[in-house]
């Protein structure tokens, strides 16, 4: 079993910048392909960003692209979400997944409670 707990989501500018971070409990965490997603508010949960166990290829959607960095941190069985140049439209709820297999997609194993960003214009 791996429990997900996200943290350091809050309320930004325009323009500003968050690190969301997401904590695994288990020994088989650097094993694991992690990745983020959101869902706003009357919207369907989408991908956002994944990487792979050994952080050597990572994917992102192409609507954070360029703004938005994914990385790991096996040691600290951490995930994180580097967040630039945010826009109103990138508030919604974060969550963290993980997987066994060599991606992450709704219907991953395991799942975070998420955390709330929310940006202002």
């Known amino acids: 079993q791996v429990q997900l707990v996200e943290s350091g989501g809050g309320l930004v500018q325009a323009g500003g910048s968050l690190r969301l971070s997401c904590t695994a409990s288990?020994?088989?965490?650097?094993?694991?392909?992690m990745g983020w997603f959101r869902q706003a508010p009357g919207k369907e949960r989408e991908f956002v960003a994944a990487?792979?166990?050994?952080?050597?290829?990572?994917t992102y959607a192409d609507s954070v692209k360029g703004r938005f960095t994914i990385s790991r941190d096996n040691a600290k069985n951490t995930v994180y979400l580097q967040m630039n140049s945010l826009k109103p439209e990138d508030t919604a709820v974060y969550y963290c997944?993980?997987?066994?297999?060599?991606?992450?997609?709704?219907?991953?194993?395991?799942w975070g409670r998420g955390t709330q960003v929310t940006v202002s214009s």
């Open positions: 990487i792979t166990w050994g952080g050597g290829r990572t």
């Open positions: 997944a993980g997987d066994r297999r060599a991606t992450v997609t709704i219907t991953s194993e395991y």
């Open positions: 288990g020994r088989t965490f650097s094993s694991y392909t």
